[in-house]
């Protein structure tokens, strides 16, 4: 049986290219999430903006010097590196083998996976987990409700199976804010065809609700907040730092690709303008009469 999600193809499509290519205009840390900003934070202040969103997962994790947490999805490692300088243990998964020679390269002491998470043994054990703008790639366009629902609830099982009473799961992701639309993906427009086709293959946001309802037998809230203007303030940085670099990513890299991700940056940051997706940032803590 084939797992769910996003393909080793469709991921590598996105996330195979090379890190000289994100690294201009994503940062030092090559972080691919929405940061937490600071009202007095400027245009050089990303890096900081982004170890403040680690920090702030750390604290609201209790992840204190000696404990181990789960990053699924781990991106190109740089919350890990940064909770791995705290004490913490992390042990990453990805379905990127480039990103995975990129951390073991940059930081030969962390410990990441190329494997998809139904894949990783139930019997694990950590004292935390970290999913940030992971979970997007869990389900795809073309499933049926019936199909997402229990892909996101077997998730949630699995990462309550991997907790010990009152752990806690840092989850970050971006939703689809109309309840039951999907017309951004399902249509054949233009904004459509260039998410689905040429940017995220086989990948598909959730609604807010589809979580809720998997998540709910086995881990309550502990905190929610909704933020989708630091998005756009993100990605407009994000854009503004490609352009700047154009010249030497498109030498480097090609036209194409420049023009694909400044093309693909626009768009989303529309997105969030308009509230047709919206960023959550979700701290739940395993229910204690719930196992896996």
């Not at 937490?36 to 609201?60: C, F, M, N, V």
């Not at 994790?61 to 781990?74: H, I, K, N, P």
């Not at 951390?103 to 940030?132: F, K």
Request: with cysteine; net charge negative.
């Amino acid at each position: 049986m084939s797992l769910p999600g996003a393909s080793d193809t469709a991921i590598s499509h996105h996330y195979d290219v090379p890190a000289e290519f994100y690294l201009p205009w994503l940062g030092e840390s090559c972080g691919y999430w929405c940061p937490i900003w600071a009202p007095t934070d400027g245009y050089a202040d990303l890096e900081l903006a982004q170890s403040r969103k680690t920090d702030w997962y750390r604290h609201q994790l209790r992840l204190a010097e000696g404990m181990s947490v789960l990053d699924v999805g781990c991106g190109w490692g740089g919350p890990m590196a940064q909770l791995s300088a705290a004490g913490v243990r992390p042990v990453g998964l990805t379905l990127s083998p480039v990103q995975r020679k990129f951390i073991s390269m940059r930081h030969p002491e962390l410990s990441v996976r190329l494997e998809h998470w139904m894949e990783h043994p139930s019997d694990a054990q950590y004292d935390a987990l970290l999913n940030l703008e992971a979970i997007e790639h869990f389900t795809r366009a073309d499933d049926s409700h019936a199909d997402r629902a229990e892909i996101y609830s077997h998730y949630f099982e699995k990462s309550a199976g991997w907790l010990g009473p009152a752990g806690r799961f840092g989850l970050q992701t971006f939703c689809f804010e109309d309840v039951g639309r999907r017309d951004v993906v399902d249509d054949r427009g233009p904004m459509a065809t260039l998410l689905r086709d040429e940017i995220f293959p086989e990948s598909s946001p959730a609604h807010l609700s589809e979580l809720v309802v998997a998540w709910e037998p086995f881990f309550r809230v502990i905190s929610f907040s909704t933020e989708p203007d630091q998005y756009v303030r993100t990605i407009n940085l994000w854009l503004a730092r490609l352009l700047s670099h154009r010249d030497e990513l498109e030498h480097a890299h090609g036209v194409e690709l420049v023009t694909r991700y400044r093309r693909y940056l626009a768009a989303v940051a529309m997105l969030f303008r308009r509230r047709r997706w919206t960023l959550y940032r979700i701290v739940l803590e395993r229910r204690p009469h719930k196992k896996s």
